[in-house]
């Protein structure tokens, strides 16, 4: 993340189980220490889609290897504590796009994973991402 901008562009990715359950996380040590969000981060280079943003930051926190994830939509959030807004773009990974078993892989940043159904969410949750993850259409 650039500290000379006072925006800046980060992805995140919706991990679904075979059971319709969406994949969290706890944060912990960064911004917003506490709150519950799904996979994600800042897009780096080498990064050359946001598709390759998600993919790489789902196997850098959580262990999974995904073979796609699909565009989605996007939300703004004021960031605070690190002073700037951001723009997230969001992606899906449905079952079968997706292998491994979910693992913290950077316990700094992360205090907990698990699978979730969408109307049982715990907060805190990031901001913006309730009525994200609410309005999302059930896997058929």
Not at 37 to 45: E, F
Not at 102 to 114: A, G, L, N, Q, V
Request: proline residues 7%.
């Amino acid at each position: 993340m650039s500290d000379s901008m006072d925006a800046d562009v980060g992805t995140a990715v919706l991990i679904f189980n075979d059971q319709d359950r969406l994949l969290i996380l706890e944060r912990a040590g960064a911004h917003w220490a506490g709150y519950w969000s799904v996979p994600g981060g800042w897009i780096d280079r080498p990064d050359t889609s946001t598709e390759l943003s998600v993919i790489r930051e789902a196997e850098e926190e959580v262990g999974l290897l995904l073979g796609a994830a699909t565009k989605y939509t996007w939300s703004t959030e004021d960031n605070p504590e690190i002073g700037c807004r951001t723009v997230t773009l969001y992606h899906v990974a449905h079952a079968g796009t997706w292998s491994g078993t979910p693992k913290i892989m950077e316990p700094p940043k992360c205090s907990e994973i698990r699978w979730v159904y969408r109307d049982a969410l715990p907060a805190p949750m990031f901001p913006g991402s309730r009525e994200l993850l609410l309005g999302f259409p059930a896997y058929s």
